[in-house]
């Protein structure tokens, strides 16, 4: 239980006191009421005694009398039998009593921590150091003191001390019977004596006379005990004096008193604060007295639930409340869909309380201050008159009475005990003759007379127990209850055992435990057998006090619930918090058990009317049941909370509560989340009344601000027509982390080409889309009169579907300080905060000249769904704009339930607020106090500044292809729009695959009709007229590379001026060409333009657009090279250096998906800055080279080096093309876009090769001491590889004839090979890459090996070539030796002297020569050695001698070669050509 703020031993003390009566004459009430006081009252503040009495008991003992209270009442008769129920007066009492107590609001909480729990009490007379609490702490260690410290409830103690006040006096007990009456009588009666004697009358009268059943009284000689009273402002005091000393003549020194009051004037009393002790005593007993006054013949049926009245004035006071109704079924059932459970119903209640009931200046019966006339003196007066009675008049009565029934008992044990139990038995009981044998039994047992010796036995132990002798007490209480349950007399009983219950714990010496079995036994009787709940209920109060002040908590809570009944609401409230509060204050607190009945005290209370107390149970509990998953609980108890606060008019409370309803992920069916909702939006609604200016928070739907995006600029327009436009990013597309770095990356190489190859330090990506992965660290930038469009993510947590209208952004807009638009107004001062929430509440016009604000209408959202809404606001002046939030309407979807209003229209239940967007940035993890703290960084994504106008470029692409084959040219155009009122200029482009695609160059490009609607066939090559004629030599062409400048990734596309003006826009031609890779490609164009104005925060813009391809496979083009093995002389185009042979395959590797009928390869031509192919030497001649599916066609041609008057100064950069057409028309290979795509082709792959040169490279050549030996092997690497080098760029012309819907299309396209070196095969498919090999690590440098020149390579320095007759006729009869001369001719084809051994000795040991049957000779010198000057060729005449006819292979000599200044490892066997073979003939 609570604490409370007396001891036990107190509490129980003060239950029973003695009772004395008042009867006033007229006069005398007169004088007292002067200080709006009645006799009774006026002694109540004084009716403790503060000194002890003494009495003694029949053994002459003497019995200390310690801190005695006296009740004093004036005498109200009633001939009404005593009910066992209270009186609906008494309850109206006890519910005001209750009501008027409420905790203080405001108050220092107290915090009880009970396991994980922490419980807030309000609480505002806390005391911890009681008695009781003392010896039990001792008990405890300090932990749990200050766990088990608890909070008191003052309403519970003042509704226990009135239940106990108003108890109807009852037969079988006597300690709240009347033991003495004072008569008062004023000194200014005309003849005091004769008023005495009318009073003693009267009361004898009522005593005696049987009309009256109520007051009752102690003893037939009740002490009359005679006051006089004098008025010392009116009367004469010498009087007063003479009249007393005549009382004491007549009634004795004992048994009056002259009590002199009213010492100052009233008028005195303005100018003195004199102390009021009443006012705390008044409240309570002038409800009483008038409620007893009003209601002695009020109809004892009334329900007691019907007290709800006293609070709430209903419209029908039949109805019970409606609070009440929907809650009666069972304490967790929300009954939310009954009509008059609604809260729609209670708002029709007026919940004013009455305050006149609880306001103690009205009930005191006028206005003034109690006690006016009073001095302190005459406060002493009272103190020390009612100290006189007590030990001169009552105790002294007392104890005469003691003694009396103790020898009226004592002589009547005198017969045997046993003799009179057994006369008893025969006789049916000792009891007066005049008990008839037709006496009703009532259902307690029996009921005695009041002269039976039980009761004297009874009477004696009450007056014991009034005047604390306990001991005395408690074996005369014994003694009674066994008599009484011998008799069966059940009543009697209860009541003897509740009493001696009490007086053993009240003994000082503790000689006996508390018997709490007598107790039960007791609380059982009264309730079951005798069926009177009010006696039950005292005994079950100070029961659990005591059982309390002995620790044991359980079993007070058990006691306190079983007295929980349905016939009384307010004391089963009472009960359970009490119950709850044992729990809490256990050793071992019982949290989960606390708050459950807790909740059913404020289900009891809600009954009861009391909805004060029900709010603040349900409250506290909650403190138990948040947040730890008991959520339909949770959700009960904050239904509850809502309504109980929203009927007590605290309606900021209701919509808490009912908004925690909905935005916990409630378990709730649908209907009963559709209720909730309903009653959130009603609540709400009566809340929001009249208020207009500020928007209030909404719960619902959810919002997840996090992931809010943002867009700036206009959404993309899609194609029109023909035309398609950029895709440009677009809050459809997902982000991408990897694609955000490309277009960054593409970003940097645009801005590095704009500002001279450097990006600016201060270079930020362009971010149109912002959301919860972008940098938001910054400001964005956002453009007067381009839209900002925030796409904001909501939740519906319901099931129910939501309705939302009217829903905008709010803003908050800082204008700059200097303004460029118009002529200021008077609201766009620099620098002032300009927000639309008032306007957005209101639902007015908006204000549009600063920010115009999109609003969307309706916005449905279904049951638990996630949608996203996108708003629009566009900007009208420069500044800072904030975006704050959103405000819409919020009603429920579904059922679009009406309300009926006062005027009788339906009013729909929609409410308006707003939700603020805030979003929480990315954790910081820098410093190391980020580490140790979880800090957040900005995200500025809301807060864009608004900067002066830009130029808007618009894409289109017409005739854009969306598949290729590979190596397919095909032409497009691109057309450029400024959609802005700025010029722009700096039109750049990047792209991923700068390969793809080319805008020509001015120098180059063809002359080709601009108008995309020419013929269909139109080639997109510049063509010349030829017929090739057999054995034509290839056209050739100078071209500098410079004249297609534009070989980097960032392409300056060539408008006109290089400036588009507002609305112009202009078309260019763009060829394209198909990946040499099949599959789909994705391919990104990174548009760039500046402003032509400069110094704007935004620097320049870009637009993205991304295609797919999908190439399919078309042509493979295999070529190789090798040197000619003619002797140079005969080919005199070759001006001494040895032709070139290059081998042309090319294969059709076409799938017939793609509808490709044929291929004709129309023409092939070289480039290069050394090399060009010469002629086409192909053995059939001819004319077209057709190539149908998975075909095969081999092209020869002849290469030559270039003309030497060509390669003047700057020949490095100028390229020789050389043009062979094999069919009716040659394409000029240098101009756009062939020549365009051969060197960003080759750019390309020579870039690829470079990057894998360098990566394997810088593994190996970190570690590497310089060796002169090594120089000597790379010098010869360089002339071996110089040697061999041919870098000749082949580029194979082709058309393909496709059928597509019946019609024939010729296709084109171009495929390129790079012949490097002579002997090695080049293709123009790219290999696939291999995976790589694991390599084992090594953790030791090693000595790289030398480096070893493989001989194949080294024995291509020198050509030879043998020139001889093919047949020579010698007459062998005549000359036996046969000498033929032959020429051996030595070409060196590497650009360093070689040493050259020519070594005629060799004997052939190949099968070759073995199989020419006979050996020759060579005869003269038989060794040479030479050097070769770079690029010579020399001719050796050498003789050959045979010996007879035949055969011969004269390719015998064996040349070794060696780069000069080499070792001899280097020497090498040159290759030997193809036999050499010569016929000898005989003559």
Known sequence: MAQCVQSVQEFVQDSFVPMVAVLCSEEAERVTRKNNLNFAELLRPFCRLTSEGHIRDPNNQVQVVKNLRISVNNMVTSPNATSSALSPAQHRLLNEVVLSCQPQEGTVTNVITAGDYDLNFSDHSLKASIPWY????????????????????????????????????????????????????????????????????????????????????????????????????????????????????????????????????????????????????????????????????????????????????????????????????????????????????????????????????????????????????????????????TFRGLLPHIEKNIRQLNDQLVSRKGLSRSLFTATKKWFGGGKGPEKSISEPKSTCGLLYPPEAPELQIRKMADLCFLVQHYELAYSCYHTAKKDFLSDQAMLYAAGALEMAAVSAFLQAGAARPYPAHYMDTAIQ???????????????????????????????????????????????????????????????????????????????????????????????????????????????????????????????????????????????????????????????????????????????????????????????????????????????????????????????????AAANRGIVPVNFQPTQCCLNSQTDNLRHPLAVVEEPIIVEVTFRNPLKVSLALSNLSLLWRFTADAVSPSKEKTTEELSGETITNEETLAREMTQKDDVVTTETILDFHMGPEETKMARLRLLPHRTGQLNIVGVVYNLAEASSGETVPSTDGQQVMMV?????????????????????????????????????????????????????????????????????????????RVASTHPDFFTFGSQATTPVTPLSPNSAENCSAYKTLAMTPQPGSVASEMLVSAEDFSQLSSVMEIPIEGDTLQPGESTQLPLWLR?????????????????????????????????????????????????????????????????????????????????????????????????????????????????????????????????????????????????????????????????????????????????????????????????????????????????????????????????????????????????????????????????????????????????????????????????????????????????LVPVTLTLSNCSLAHVDVIIDLRHKSTSPESLEVHNSFTWVGQSQYKLQLKPEEVLCLTLRACFLQAGVYNLNTPRVFAKPAKQGTMCETSQQTASPALIIINNA
């Open 911 to 987: 409410v308006r607020g707003k939700q603020d967007l805030k979003i929480r940035g990315p954790r910081l993890n820098q410093t190391k106090e980020d580490k140790m703290l979880v800090r957040h960084g900005p995200d500025r994504r809301l807060d864009p500044i608004i900067t002066p106008s830009m130029p808007l470029m618009e894409v289109f692409f017409l005739q854009f292809p969306t598949a290729l084959l590979c190596g397919e040219i095909r032409k497009a155009y691109v057309e450029f729009c400024n959609v802005s009122s700025v010029a722009l200029c700096g039109l």
């Open 134 to 389: 003392s010896a039990w702490r001792d008990a405890l260690s300090e932990v749990s003191t200050s766990q088990h410290c608890t909070a008191t409830t003052p309403w519970f103690e003042a509704y226990r001390e009135n239940f106990l006040q108003t108890m109807p006096a009852s037969d079988h007990e006597f300690l709240n019977h009347y033991l003495a009456c004072l008569l008062v009588v004023s000194s200014t009666e005309a003849v005091p004596v004769e008023q005495f004697l009318k009073l003693s009358q009267e009361q004898h009268r009522i005593q005696h006379s049987g009309e009256y059943t109520n007051p009752k009284w102690f003893i037939p000689n009740t002490l009359k005990y005679y006051v006089l009273l004098h008025d010392m402002s009116e009367g004469d005091e010498q009087r007063a004096d003479v009249v007393y000393e005549d009382m004491k003549q007549r009634y004795g020194p004992q048994g009056c008193y002259l009590l002199k009051m009213n010492s100052r004037t009233s008028s005195a009393a303005e100018d003195e604060q004199i102390p009021d002790p009443w006012s705390q005593y008044l409240q309570r007993n002038n409800l009483q007295n008038q409620d007893t006054l009003d209601d002695v013949a009020v109809n004892s049926a009334t329900v007691e639930n019907s007290v709800s009245a006293a609070e709430v004035d209903c419209p029908h006071s039949t109805e019970k409340d409606a609070v009440s109704n929907s809650l009666e079924s069972h304490p967790l059932q929300l009954d939310a869909e009954s009509g008059e459970g609604s809260l729609h119903m209670l708002s029709a209640v007026n919940t004013d309380l009455k305050k006149g009931a609880r306001d103690p200046e009205s009930t005191a019966g006028g206005a003034g201050s109690h006690g006016a006339c009073l001095t302190l003196n005459d406060h002493d007066h009272i103190r020390q008159f009612i100290q006189e009675f």
């Open 1074 to 1378: 198909g990946p040499d890779q099949e599959g789909v490609h994705e391919i990104n164009f990174l548009f760039y333009y500046e402003s032509a104005e400069k110094g704007n925060k935004i620097s320049h813009r870009v637009l993205r657009h991304t295609v797919f391809i999908c190439a399919s496979r078309s042509l493979s083009v295999q070529a190789s090279a090798s040197r000619s093995s003619v002797p140079p002389h005969h080919s005199l185009e070759d001006k001494g250096s040895g032709g070139t042979l290059v081998f042309i395959d090319v294969e059709n590797i076409n799938t017939s998906e793609s509808g490709v009928r044929e291929f004709h390869i129309v023409q092939v031509s070289s480039s290069s800055q050394h090399w060009r192919l010469h002629k086409c030497i192909n053995p059939a001649r001819d004319k077209d080279c057709k190539l149908t599916s998975r075909e095969r066609a081999k092209l020869c041609f002849r290469a030559t080096r270039c003309k030497p008057q060509q390669a003047t100064s700057g020949a490095m950069e100028k390229y020789t093309f050389a043009d062979l057409n094999l069919g009716t028309e040659r394409i000029i290979s240098s101009s756009t876009p062939c020549g365009d795509f051969f060197f960003r082709c080759c750019r390309t792959s020579e870039s690829q090769r470079t990057d894998v040169a360098a990566s394997r490279t810088s593994s190996s050549s970190k570690n590497q001491s310089s060796v002169p030996s090594e120089d000597r092997a790379s010098d010869l690497n360089n002339i071996v590889k110089k040697c061999n080098e041919l870098d000749l760029n082949i580029i194979v012309i082709w058309k393909a004839y496709v059928v597509e819907d019946n019609k024939q299309l010729i296709l084109e396209g171009q495929l390129h090979v790079a012949l490097q070196t002579i002997g090695k095969e080049a293709t123009s498919l790219t290999p696939k890459e291999e995976a790589q090999e694991m390599v084992l690590l090594k953790f030791k440098s090693e000595l790289p090996l030398p480096v070893v020149v493989p001989t194949a390579e080294l024995s291509q320095l020198i050509k030879t070539n043998l020139h001889y007759p093919e047949t020579y006729t010698h007459p062998f009869v005549q000359d036996s030796l046969c």
């Open 525 to 751: 009787t009264y309730r079951d057998v005798c069926k009177n709940m009010v006696l039950a209920e005292r005994c079950a109060l100070l029961s659990a006090e005591i059982l309390k002040s002995q620790g044991k908590y359980s079993e007070a809570a058990t006691l306190l619930i079983k007295m929980t009944s349905e016939d009384s609401d307010l004391r089963s409230a009472l009960l359970l918090e009490q119950a709850a509060h044992c729990f809490i204050n256990m050793r071992n607190p019982m949290v989960r058990k606390f708050a459950f009945h807790m909740i059913l005290a404020g289900h009891r209370f809600s009954k009861a009317g009391q909805r004060r107390h029900a709010l603040r149970c349900y409250c506290q509990a909650m403190q138990v049941y948040k947040e730890r998953g008991w959520a339909l609980a949770e959700d009960h108890i904050n239904f509850t909370i809502g309504r109980q606060s929203f009927t007590l008019r605290q309606s900021e409370n209701a919509v808490v509560a009912f908004r925690q309803i909905l935005t916990n992920d409630s378990r709730q069916t649908a209907t009963q989340q559709g209720a909730f909702l309903r009653e959130y939006l009603y609540v709400y609604k009566s809340v929001m009344g009249g208020n207009d200016v500020s928007l209030p928070q909404l719960p619902l739907p959810c919002i997840h601000s996090s992931a809010t995006r943002v867009y700036f600029g206009h959404e993309r327009r899609l194609a029109e027509g023909e035309k398609q436009a950029a895709t440009h990013v677009s809050l459809d597309q997902e982000y991408d982390q990897d694609l955000a770095t490309m277009w960054c990356h593409l970003e940097e190489q645009l801005v």
